[in-house]
């Protein structure tokens, strides 16, 4: 039987909340490169390959929410699900310093049968998720590197992404967080919030469906304990800033 190219839990739960994870894994199925990008064994365990210690997060977040969650289970280095399909950054061959040497011969064939294999799949099992209810609420988890290669640290311990298209939830978040005192909050850090064909563009401000996405940084969620911690945390503030928003 072929493993699917993605995770579902709770998939019962009966919670407004979908949490969604684009990059929870940095696994490289055995028909790309027979399971190897040709990148080293510590570079795979780098945030070039997956978002560290999002998939703890997204687990048991989506259990405290009582919602279903759907994570990926393919590195974003073999093809990125949180790009659109005509994205220029779909299929990396270059990241945060580090050459893809496996990608570097794709061409537009083998992007259309990782899309079939892996990107389409995801997306479309997302969706499934998402029309369980009319009234769904995404809440995308995602996590960051304190320093990208050649840069300043970041000082932000999460920051909240959002498109101007539809900001209600995110900055009703953002209020909240503001609001621990012990909280360094990024609005539109550590990357800017709107991308056309991104997950959250493709499922929720193209359907209108309430989003937010939330970003970690990963020192802080690499252990169990850091995954729980915050799973703990968020999910009051998520339940706080919905009912705000009265979406």
């Not at 099992?125 to 290669?149: K, M, N, Q, W, Y």
């Amino acid at each position: 039987m072929t493993k699917q190219p993605f995770e579902i839990t709770g998939a019962d739960r009966p919670a407004r909340w979908l949490v969604t994870c684009d990059h929870a894994t940095n696994r490289v199925p055995d028909c790309i490169g027979g399971g190897s990008l040709g990148i080293s064994p510590a570079d795979m365990e780098r945030h070039i390959a997956y978002d560290i210690g999002a998939a703890g997060v997204t687990r048991r977040l989506a259990e405290r929410l009582n919602a279903p969650a759907i994570l990926s289970d393919f590195s974003r280095l073999v093809i990125d699900p949180n790009r659109g399909e005509d994205d220029p950054t779909l299929v990396m061959k270059l990241y945060d310093s580090t050459i893809i040497p496996v990608n570097r011969s794709v061409d537009a064939a083998e992007v259309e049968r990782r899309l079939n294999a892996f990107h389409r799949p995801y997306h479309d099992a997302l969706e499934g998720l998402a029309i369980r209810r009319s009234d769904t609420v995404i809440c995308a988890v995602h996590s960051f590197t304190p320093r990208l290669f050649g840069r300043d640290d970041r000082p932000w311990q999460v920051g909240i992404l959002y498109s101007h298209l539809d900001p209600k939830l995110s900055l009703a978040m953002l209020e909240r967080l503001r609001a621990e005192p012990d909280l360094n909050v990024g609005e539109n850090e550590p990357y800017g919030g709107h991308l056309d064909g991104d997950s959250i563009d493709k499922h929720a401000l193209k359907k209108g469906r309430p989003n937010v996405l939330i970003e970690i940084r990963h020192d802080l969620i690499r252990t169990e304990d850091g995954q729980i911690a915050w799973a703990d945390r968020l999910a009051p503030i998520l339940e706080a800033a919905l009912a705000d928003t009265n979406l």
